[in-house]
């Protein structure tokens, strides 16, 4: 089982509508990021959580640490919000200083 | 306040031949990450530098290999170039004392033919 899981793997939706991305993780972390990559492209960070909520924009991010999961909602989507969605987190240990990603979410937004 | 900046844009080598791979932090952060992200993969953590030492390193061959300068810039040197090697090389940054946020650089793209 991978330590990071997203869900779900792939998701299409209509332009407008209000979208959802979910990550589950296993290990003690000391932050979550929220990261996007355009096809091609580089990445972008987006959010980095260690509690509560945050907004930018369009996008809103949560954590609840108790239950060991974060969502990314996107509210009014349009088509350039097509992309992969990455979670990924900064593990607690002070002899790891790598992010353990998750598998990304590719969302398409249709016209 | 530039982000992180990376540079080529991209590159193309042939098999055998060397590669060094540039990059500059965001300002204010001492701490660079170098990943590799191959067609349609995750990313994959080459290593991390800090005070011009390497602080962790994945699980790639030492033909890969790094540096950090004075001030905090860091290089990506890749000996003997395989069709492997071909992928997006991201640089991330970020400040050890304070927050986990990493910054990322747009990549370099390696074709290796």
């Known amino acids: 089982k991978n330590e990071v899981e997203q869900s779900p793997q792939n998701l299409t939706a209509q332009e407008g509508e209000f979208i959802t991305i979910n990550c589950s993780y296993s290990?003690?972390?000391?932050?979550l990021h929220w990261l996007q990559q355009h096809p091609g492209g580089g990445i972008v960070s987006l959010f980095m959580?260690?509690?509560?909520?945050k907004k930018h924009g369009r996008l809103i991010a949560t954590i609840n640490i108790q239950e060991k999961h974060s969502s990314l909602h996107i509210t009014a989507s349009h088509p350039r919000d097509s992309a992969v969605y990455i979670c990924a987190v900064t593990p607690y240990m002070d002899s790891n200083y790598q992010l353990i990603w998750g598998a990304g979410t590719k969302l398409i937004i249709k016209p | 306040d530039a982000g992180v900046t990376q540079s080529p844009t991209h590159l193309i080598k042939t098999r055998g031949q060397q590669v060094t791979l540039r990059c500059s932090p965001k300002s204010g952060h001492d701490t660079v990450s170098w990943y590799q992200q191959a067609l349609g993969q995750g990313p994959q953590f080459i290593f991390q530098y800090y005070e011009e030492e390497e602080r962790q390193r994945g699980n790639f061959p030492d033909r890969f290999s790094g540096h950090q300068f004075p001030n905090y810039s860091s290089e990506l040197n890749v000996n003997a170039l395989l069709l492997g090697d071909s992928a997006l090389y991201l640089c991330?940054?970020?400040?050890?004392?304070?927050?986990?946020?990493?910054?990322f650089g747009p990549g370099t793209r390696l074709t290796v033919t």
């Open positions: 290990v003690g972390i000391s932050a």
């Open positions: 959580l260690s509690s509560g909520k």
């Open positions: 991330a940054s970020s400040r050890v004392e304070g927050s986990y946020e990493q910054y």
